[in-house]
């Protein structure tokens, strides 16, 4: 009937999103990496920290970082360190941390 285009609008205007943390893309790697992950309504102002850990569990980098907002991302992630120079080769973990939650991810780096 009459409206229904505006219930259907408000509904997509409230879509909610999961917590998630997307399969890094490519993997094995070769240099970057593309990283997808979502964060739902419940969770906006909460702690946000995305970040690139080592086997031997050493921050590499942090990716993205501050209040975590609602929504879908996706950032690219390089394989370096803090000084700039290319990583060696080895598994490597992407790690999500929203709140008290934490999702990871396994990523191969062979060049």
């Known amino acids: 009937g009459p409206g229904g285009g505006e219930r259907a609008h408000a ?10 943390l997307g ?3 490519p993997n094995p790697a ?7 992950w979502s964060i739902p309504q419940a969770k906006m102002g909460q702690a946000f920290e995305l970040t690139l850990f ?3 569990g050493r921050r ?5 970082k ?3 907002r609602p929504g879908s991302f996706t950032e690219e992630v390089a394989f ?6 290319a ?13 008290a939650d934490i999702l990871k991810r396994a990523v191969v780096l062979s060049r």
């Open 11 to 20: 509904g997509r205007e409230e879509r909610d999103y999961q917590l998630e």
């Open 23 to 25: 399969l890094p893309r």
């Open 30 to 36: 070769s240099g970057s990496i593309r990283v997808s």
């Open 54 to 56: 080592d086997v031997a």
């Open 60 to 64: 590499i980098a942090t990716v993205a």
């Open 66 to 68: 501050g209040s975590a």
């Open 80 to 85: 370096r360190g803090w000084d700039g120079k």
């Open 87 to 99: 990583l060696p080769n080895g598994v490597f973990f992407v790690r999500l941390r929203v709140g």
